[in-house]
């Protein structure tokens, strides 16, 4: 689904990304991880077009992303979170998803009842999805007004609403309790179960662990192993980029 | 009875001018062109009634027109970069279309009398109201007609996609783009009903001081434009309306003694509102608490009719 | 057109040298949206009100050329004023708020010296007015040598500061990350504070200067000075300083061209045409200062 090939990203004299090279498969949940300034977030910015790389090349479903702009890279099926919330605040929560809604096959519209009405069965739609993201009820609030749990399940809730190929969350899990990040587990699944492609860049081991098939690692903007949850937590160059020697690395596994 | 219509004039126009920057201003941007597009509405609706002898209808929204050309000319290549260079870019503007209707000299014979605007002279015989017959109330309602029709045009885009769309670009540019937002084709759009709005607001100005000059189009008078929508609020249409009357009717009517002062007054008003309340004078708590006013109200009306 | 080439070189020399002023004046506008990435419209109209100031004071003491001294300190103080009115209190998530704040201070400041003129011009000394230097066919007016030299010495100063000093070096740092710069212990609101207080004499030299050439002071000034410099700002990159100085030349001179060969009702016509076509293709100007991030 998306080929990153031979990435890299200068800002001046730092090599924030330098010769990154990982394969998403069709429907499986990617995990991309490493310590701080790995380069992990300059990579999701790099996929969503938010600048543009030094070198490499980004492909998605055969598509090169190159030279799409951020709203035409969503258009080719990659969606975003961010990692600090950014919600329309002032919109309400059933604003934030219609904003991004993009219809399915079934529920095609002309572009006057797009941008101008709620026809078909698209008002059923949009609600099922906040259904779904238990914010059903709170679908005329405004969203800065939500809790920080509601706010992170409607930022998800608003990037599934561009009916991507895949989704690239970013540190969905971060300042989340134990019982939150078992929710966005199942959610992440479910997201699977649709058919929907997931790339997880992720700091809490607890969810990275337990609901991606394959990992890779990053350090100083190159990868330094990949592998499933299991090769990636016995893999002693891991073990060192997170706690500087194997001695130290304690438990890793949560599992 | 003429000194009231003639301030329900004046803020008609002006609320035209306030609305005519609403829809960028929703977006984030903040536009001084619009007194340019106003410029060229009142010259081009005056230039078909007086020239070409156009019925005012037609000759108010050709100007119209011509205007919304010209705020998706501009947009263009002003909107694709930051949000700062707007700003130049539209003061630019209008002080081009300033300066060209400084030195457009177009005096053409009608009727036994030339007529046309005269550049530095101005734009003086637009009499078409006088000439056809059109009474003060009937000129005052003409006006409010299109404010009407604005302000409904405006509130329902609210209800719709596009009213979110916009404030999506407005709240947060990058997320709106990974929503999958065009930014340029939005803050495009936006511009371009603005400068129709503001060639409409022009051609119905020009008629009714029946003489333009380039004096009136400055960039005082593009500040007035945006000043209402963000000192009204922009949470709703209503916003502008209000801070228009206050502004036009209260302060210009109201503390005509103070003479100079009032102009003076208007900076520091600014200034004053951008500290103490710069989300405008009717933002989202205020809507709520109407609501909630007019809601207490029908039931307490429905109660004492069932107490009846 | 009877004009010829010599014509076109004299005027060429004539608005270069002018175009110092207005690259003063878009230095200005270029420090302040470096250090806060805001525009401070109330600048040029700040820096005539600091004229004004000058001439009022010194007139009371009866020194006039002391109006070149007095103008710039009266100009960094109104500087400070804007910032503590306009920009200090502002919510760094409503850009709308400082930018049109700053506006409303360009019109109190402007309404204020017409309503305190009665809206007449005000005589400001000249200096060397009758000097004139000839070169075989060209000739340079003494006043306007003057100026070119004030202005390159401020530029000098200027750039002595901000990357010489431990106040530039704070300025800099600010502009790029303000809460980094807080934590090392850099006073944020001080240093921006500093910042429109130097813009701020600057300015008021440049507004000084510029009147001194045209030989009187008057309220006209300040809008033809805010759009230039914001042009010269926008053409030199925003927030980069040699692409401000560049740019004021730049301007400056075609001004002067476009004033020859098309008179001075449609100069401003194509000096605004000027601008499109940069934004147009090259729009983040001469040097753009800052990499492509969001």
């Given at each position: 689904m998306l080929r990153v090939e031979n990435l890299a990203k200068y800002f001046g004299g730092v090599k924030a990304v330098d010769g990154l090279e990982f394969e998403v498969k069709k429907g499986e949940v990617f995990g991309l991880i490493g310590p701080n300034g790995s380069g992990k977030s300059t990579t999701v910015n790099l996929i969503c077009g938010v600048f543009p790389q030094t070198k490499g090349s980004i492909t998605l479903d055969g598509v090169?992303?190159?030279?799409?702009?951020p709203d035409q890279r969503v258009s080719a099926g990659v969606a975003r979170t961010f990692q600090n919330i950014r919600l329309f605040?002032?919109?309400t929560v059933w604003q934030n998803l219609w904003v991004s809604w993009r219809d399915d096959e079934d529920t095609k519209g002309s572009v006057f009842s797009n941008w101008f009405s709620l026809s078909g069965n698209r008002r059923q739609k949009i609600q099922e999805v906040l259904d779904f993201s238990s914010l059903g009820h709170r679908a005329d609030d405004l969203a800065r007004n939500l809790s920080f749990g509601e706010q992170r399940r409607l930022e998800l809730a608003r990037a599934y609403a561009t009916k991507p190929k895949m989704i690239l969350l970013d540190?969905?899990?971060?300042?989340?309790?134990s019982e939150e990040v078992q929710d966005l587990r199942k959610r992440i699944l479910t997201l699977k179960e649709m058919g929907t492609t997931v790339l997880l860049v992720e700091h809490v081991m607890e969810l990275v662990m337990n609901v991606t098939d394959r990992i890779t690692v990053l350090n100083f903007g190159k990868e330094i192993a990949h592998g499933t949850p299991t090769e990636i937590q016995q893999n002693q160059k891991v073990q060192e980029a997170y706690f500087g020697s194997p001695e130290n690395a304690g438990q890793l596994d949560h599992a | 009875m003429t000194y009231f219509l003639g301030i329900l004039q004046t803020i008609g126009i002006h609320t035209l001018l306030g609305l005519s920057a609403y829809l960028l201003l929703l977006t984030g941007q903040l536009s001084l062109a619009q007194v340019g597009f106003f410029a060229i509405g009142a010259y081009l609706s005056g230039i078909f009634t007086v020239i070409f002898g156009f019925h005012i209808v037609p000759a108010l929204l050709f100007g119209a027109l011509v205007a919304a050309f010209f705020a998706c000319l501009v947009g263009f290549p002003a909107l694709r970069v930051k949000g700062l260079m707007l700003v130049v870019a539209t003061i630019a503007f209008s002080e081009m279309v300033r300066l060209f209707f400084f030195n457009l000299n177009w005096r053409v014979m009608v009727g036994g009398q030339e007529v046309g605007p005269d550049s530095t002279q101005g734009f003086r015989e637009i009499r078409y109201y006088a000439a056809n017959g059109w009474s003060e109330i009937e000129v005052v309602s003409f006006i409010w007609f299109f404010v009407i029709l604005v302000m409904a045009v405006f509130w329902w885009l609210d209800k719709v996609r596009v009213g979110s769309v916009l404030r999506a670009v407005g709240a947060d540019e990058l997320a709106a783009q990974s929503s999958g937002i065009n930014l340029t084709l939005v803050k495009v759009a936006a511009m371009t009903g603005g400068g129709l709005v503001a060639g409409l607001g022009g051609g119905l100005y020009a008629h009714s001081v029946t003489y333009v000059d380039h004096n009136t189009f400055t960039i005082l008078l593009a500040t007035f434009a945006v000043a209402y929508p963000i000192l009204g609020g922009t949470s709703t249409v209503f916003g502008t309306l209000i801070a228009v009357i206050l502004l036009q009717g209260v302060m210009i009517e109201g503390f005509r003694f103070m003479g100079d002062y009032r102009n003076i007054l208007f900076g520091v008003l600014i200034i004053a509102a951008m500290n103490f309340?710069?989300?405008?004078?009717?933002d989202s708590n205020v809507i709520i608490a109407m609501r909630r006013f007019l809601f207490w109200k029908s039931k307490k009306t429905k109660e004492a009719e069932s107490n009846a | 057109m009877n004009f010829d080439y010599i014509d076109l070189i004299q005027s060429l020399m004539d608005g270069i040298l002018f175009g110092s002023i207005y690259a003063i004046i878009g230095l200005g506008f270029t420090l302040i949206f470096g250090a806060m990435?805001?525009?401070?419209?109330t600048y040029a109209a700040a820096s005539i009100g600091g004229a004004y100031v000058g001439i009022a004071i010194v007139s009371l003491i009866g020194a006039p050329l002391l109006v070149f001294i007095v103008g710039p300190i009266a100009s960094g103080l109104i500087g400070l004023a804007v910032y503590y009115l306009c920009?200090?209190?502002?919510?760094?998530?409503?850009?709308?708020a400082p930018l049109m704040a700053s506006i409303g201070g360009l019109f109190f400041i402007d309404e204020l010296i017409i309503h305190e003129t009665n809206g007449s011009p005000i005589s400001f000394p000249g200096i060397f007015p009758d000097a004139f230097f000839e070169f075989g066919e060209f000739g340079v007016r003494g006043d306007l040598i003057f100026i070119a030299a004030v202005s390159f010495v401020l530029m000098g100063v200027l750039l002595f500061l901000v990357y010489k000093t431990k106040l530039g070096l704070a300025t800099r740092a600010v502009s790029q990350h303000p809460i980094a710069s807080q934590l090392c212990g850099i006073p944020t609101h001080k240093t921006n504070a500093t910042t429109f207080v130097i813009a701020g004499v600057l300015g008021g030299f440049a507004g000084c200067l510029a009147a001194s050439t045209v030989g009187v002071l008057s309220p006209l000034l300040t809008l033809p000075l805010t759009v230039k410099g914001l042009i010269v700002t926008v053409i030199g990159g925003l927030g980069s300083i040699p692409g401000a100085i560049i740019a004021g030349f730049l301007i400056g001179g075609l001004e002067n061209l476009f004033l020859l060969v098309r008179g001075v009702n449609e100069r401003d016509i194509y000096v605004f045409l000027v601008l499109f076509l940069f934004l147009f293709f090259r729009p983040n100007g001469i040097f753009s200062s800052t990499i492509d991030r969001d």
């Open positions: 090169n992303l190159t030279k799409l702009r605040g002032d919109l540190e969905p899990a971060a300042g989340m309790n | 309340r710069p989300q405008g004078l009717v | 990435h805001k525009l401070n419209m920009f200090r209190f502002m919510p760094t998530s409503n850009q709308l």
